[in-house]
């Protein structure tokens, strides 16, 4: 079957980093991709891995491993506002997104 | 451009009653997308069009769920019989082809429908 994991919930401080794991096992890999969603909103894009390496963009960076079926978002300089879910789904080679449960993030001052 | 497009926001009905969601994507995006979302199953993908035409049906529960494309434009996804199983926030998202005509360019989820069946 068709897995991804991610931590159902993180705590880190306001201007902190924080770093959030996702692993997956789908049958065929065209791409991982990152959401935010925040309470009672629409999931919103953030970053697309479809090479091993890091992304960085802006405050966020994404990481991937394809070999290892493991990706990381990293948030840095943490601001109140990042609290949110943070879903990963990753892209099978049927070219269907596969969704994580998300992740959900608390900022604390 | 004002993004996908939902109606109604909310909708609380009886078990039973007939509903529809209705959609409209971002105009040019050629992939249509319908969710649902509970606390208990996350995200889930229901079905998904490409040029109006379904390509995916394969996460709709039962056949009380139907969907329909019949432009560019428009979308609906129908519940008949409503039940309270169906309560969830029902979410619509379009994106446009990558290379090789496959979609794996970002997707634009609108508001969402929260559906609350009693």
């Known amino acids: 079957g068709q897995n991804i994991d991610q931590p159902t919930e993180m705590t880190a401080t306001e201007g902190a980093i924080v770093q959030i794991n996702c692993t997956y096992q789908?049958?065929?890999?065209?791409?991982l991709f990152w959401y935010q969603q925040h309470a009672g909103e629409a999931p919103t894009f953030l970053s697309y891995?479809?090479l091993d390496g890091l992304e960085e963009k802006g405050r966020f960076s994404s990481f991937l491993s394809r070999s290892k079926g493991y990706s990381y978002l990293l948030l840095k300089e943490l601001q109140m506002k990042d609290s949110a879910s943070y879903l990963c789904?990753?892209?099978?080679?049927?070219?269907?997104?596969?969704w994580g449960a998300g992740t959900k993030l608390i900022i604390k001052p | 451009d004002a993004g996908v497009i939902q109606s109604p926001r909310h909708e609380v009905t009886e078990m039973g009653q007939e509903v529809t969601l209705r959609c409209k994507p971002i105009?040019?995006?050629?992939?249509l997308f319908w969710y649902r979302q509970t606390m208990m199953r996350g995200l889930e993908l229901l079905i998904y069009?490409?040029?109006?035409?379904?390509?995916?049906d394969s996460g709709m529960p039962e056949d009380r769920f139907s969907a329909k494309m019949p432009n560019a434009s428009f979308s609906t996804l129908k519940i008949q019989p409503s039940e309270p199983r169906d309560s969830a926030v029902y979410f619509c998202?379009?994106?446009?082809?990558?290379?090789?005509?496959?979609?794996?360019?970002?997707?634009?989820f609108g508001p969402g429908t929260r559906l609350t069946v009693l």
């Open positions: 998202a379009s994106s446009f082809p990558g290379e090789a005509g496959v979609s794996y360019n970002e997707q634009f």
């Open positions: 105009s040019g995006h050629d992939y």
């Open positions: 069009f490409n040029n109006n035409v379904p390509i995916d």
């Open positions: 789908t049958s065929g890999f065209n791409g």
């Open positions: 891995n479809v």
């Open positions: 789904a990753v892209l099978d080679s049927n070219y269907q997104l596969i």
